[in-house]
């Protein structure tokens, strides 16, 4: 028999078990976070004012983005150019296991990402969220020829043959975009905005057949203001093709259900052409340039304030990078006094650091510590894995391959031991680098991108790489190849090992 007090203390038993597991279920069935993952083009380490305190821009909604979330110091693209970065970001792998081994795709050039080739939308997609892609593309599409005989253009820009584009009909579906590699919505550019062909493309169908043409401007003109000649729609406005991209993503956030969405927006700024709106002209104290990158902060302030006024930004992942470093010459430097890639070496397209290291700021109220700063190396082709963790899925078979997850990061679980082995980084022409820990060896002299010289021959007794403690020689000035012979093999074993492999993520 029961006494009361016996019947009290089941009761509360009971009831506490009946908390922990509503707690439980509670848990289980949290709302799936929106993910909003911008990824502007060509902006620099040191173009942000709360990473460079002595930028001379102000990029007051990406500072205030990382006031309320984490950036990181040690972030890079896992290559120093645009295409191989998009290809990295969307499937996890780095580029230089597809079919392009170096350069970058033009705007006629077919698809790269293979056909059955999982990516973060299609995993995504698969995982209850709707997807859209808005911006700059750069992947390559599969356009509809005239005359299925003969060709459209080359692979590469250095390949395309003069009037690659005649033999396209612009009035049948594009294949091989957006919508062919998991997004359910997609309203892009071709290629770069100094790219042909200068036409709006939504969902696999262009918005206006490009009948006008541009002859394209040049360096010589004006720095900056570098464009291709070639096919265009008639109403195509440079200056408002930013706009244009940041009304559609808003308008998509407006529109959004309770379904989660992943919206992948690839900004073509800052870019060449540098055509920051009237607006933004003289905001900054870096010319054409500095005030492009103003309007790009400023139009990332639009999308965070949409998620905002929809109620969604606490249970939003944000992240704003670049896909590589700027394209800021020594001369723009000594023109302005800006440091655009801050104190590292070189400029975009190169093995230097400036090649590759680029901001990288996330925000997540609900899970991300705010005003938080993290030295963990990681590159772009960590998304992949970071968003399977988020979700609480495993990566699908045979995807992924170079894909780290990085949640414990951003989240402040992991703040000192580093997630990642090692980091690869490729170059413009083709040249490899790792990096381990402090440690980073490169397999060539030369900057193997745009800084001059881009190859170079190593003299009698000289060293025929460069390896370079990071940790202290941000700006790689002392080569301690010859001293550190121990580290340069473990390094280039790692190196052959990764790529003879087929990836660099721990196998479980």
């Not at 003969?150 to 395309?160: C, F, M």
């Not at 309203?187 to 042909?196: E, G, T, V």
């Not at 992943?262 to 905001?283: A, G, I, M, R």
């Not at 680029?358 to 894995?385: E, H, R, V, Y």
Request: hydrophobic share 30%.
């Amino acid at each position: 028999m029961y006494t009361a007090k016996k019947l009290q203390r089941i009761l509360l038993l009971t009831l506490l078990g009946n908390s922990f597991y509503l707690l439980k279920v509670a848990a289980q069935t949290l709302p799936k976070p929106n993910i909003v993952y911008i990824l502007t083009d060509d902006l620099g380490y040191g173009d942000i004012s709360i990473l460079n305190k002595e930028s001379k821009i102000h990029t007051t909604h990406i500072d205030n983005l990382a006031k309320n979330g984490i950036y990181f110091t040690d972030a890079h693209s896992n290559s120093s150019v645009c295409t191989p970065t998009r290809y990295g970001i969307l499937t996890g792998r780095y580029a230089f296991r597809s079919s392009l081994k170096k350069g970058v795709l033009n705007g006629y050039s077919p698809s790269l990402i293979e056909p059955e080739r999982a990516t973060i939308a299609s995993f995504l997609r698969k995982n209850g969220y709707t997807t859209a892609c808005i911006g700059k593309w750069h992947l390559g599409l599969d356009f509809t020829k005239k005359d299925p005989s003969k060709a459209i253009g080359g692979k590469s820009i250095t390949e395309s043959p003069q009037n690659d584009d005649d033999n396209v009909d612009y009035t049948k579906a594009i294949k091989g975009g957006p919508t062919d590699h998991g997004f359910d919505y997609s309203y892009i550019i071709p290629a770069s905005l100094d790219m042909n062909p200068y036409v709006y493309i939504r969902n696999g169908k262009a918005v206006k057949e490009p009948t006008s043409y541009t002859t394209g401007k040049s360096e010589n003109q004006e720095r900056g203001s570098m464009r291709r000649p070639g096919k265009m729609a008639p109403d195509f406005n440079f200056q408002e093709v930013l706009p244009n991209f940041i009304n559609d993503a808003v308008n998509y956030i407006q529109s959004s259900t309770q379904k989660p969405f992943f919206l992948y927006l690839p900004l073509p700024s800052p870019h060449t052409p540098w055509v920051p709106s009237k607006e933004f002209k003289n905001v900054s104290g870096a010319g054409n340039y500095g005030d492009y990158v103003a309007e790009t902060d400023y139009m990332i302030g639009k999308v965070l304030k949409a998620l905002k006024d929809k109620g969604l930004d606490k249970n939003t992942l944000v992240i704003v990078t670049s896909d590589n470093g700027s394209d800021w010459k020594p001369e723009d430097i000594e023109a302005t006094n800006h440091y655009a890639n801050y104190i590292y070496r070189g400029r975009k397209a190169d093995i230097y650091e400036s090649g590759h290291r680029i901001p990288f700021i996330a925000s997540w109220p609900s899970k991300i510590p705010m005003g938080t700063m993290s030295n963990q190396i990681m590159c772009t082709t960590d998304l992949f894995a970071t968003v399977a963790a988020i979700v609480n899925q495993p990566l699908p078979q045979d995807a992924a391959e170079d894909s780290y997850n990085m949640l414990d990061a951003f989240t402040g679980k992991n703040k000192t031991k580093q997630i990642r082995e090692a980091i690869i980084h490729h170059s413009l022409g083709g040249i490899f680098a790792i990096r381990k820990g402090d440690w980073k060896l490169t397999t060539a002299l030369g900057s193997g991108g745009f800084t001059q010289p881009r190859t170079l021959e190593p003299q009698a007794n000289e060293a025929p790489m460069t390896l370079y403690n990071i940790a202290n020689d941000p700006q790689e000035k002392n080569n301690l190849y010859n001293s550190q012979p121990k580290i340069v093999k473990e390094l280039m074993t790692l190196l052959t090992t990764y790529k003879q492999q087929g990836y660099s993520r721990p196998k479980k």
